[in-house]
């Protein structure tokens, strides 16, 4: 079942490659969790600074049925040229991550450390 996305851009320009491949990052979503919901994903440009390189970020929010889990990445302060796609591949595996430890704790497959000094 294909996961609904939304896409906004908000201070850029619609960009129509950046929307498809965060639609496709999104729908390879679906191999970690069957239950998401609703993706949002959101490129935002800081306008705020004047002369100086334009900052940019991508938020993403994965909505699961019990839970919403949320990533953020922005480009690096000391480089100048980093690629929106670069941030948006760097923001959904931080997300990948959330998602599948998520999934993890929820199917109980998370170990349990056994103390260092036995308790007497």
Known sequence: MPITTTVSFL???TSETLREEAIMH???LAQFAGDIIHCNVT???????RHRPQRFSVQISVH???????AAHGNVPGVENQDLHVT???????VTR????YVRRRRGDVK??????PVL
Do not use: K, M, W
Not at 43 to 49: E, G, I
Not at 88 to 94: E, M, V
Not at 112 to 117: A, G, N, R
């Open 11 to 13: 201070g850029l320009d």
């Open 26 to 28: 999104a729908q390879n």
């Open 43 to 49: 490129f935002r440009a800081d306008t705020s600074r």
């Open 64 to 70: 699961l049925r019990n839970r919403t889990i949320s």
């Open 88 to 94: 948006l591949s760097r923001a959904f595996d931080a």
């Open 98 to 101: 959330r998602v599948e430890d």
């Open 112 to 117: 349990t450390h056994t103390p260092l000094y």
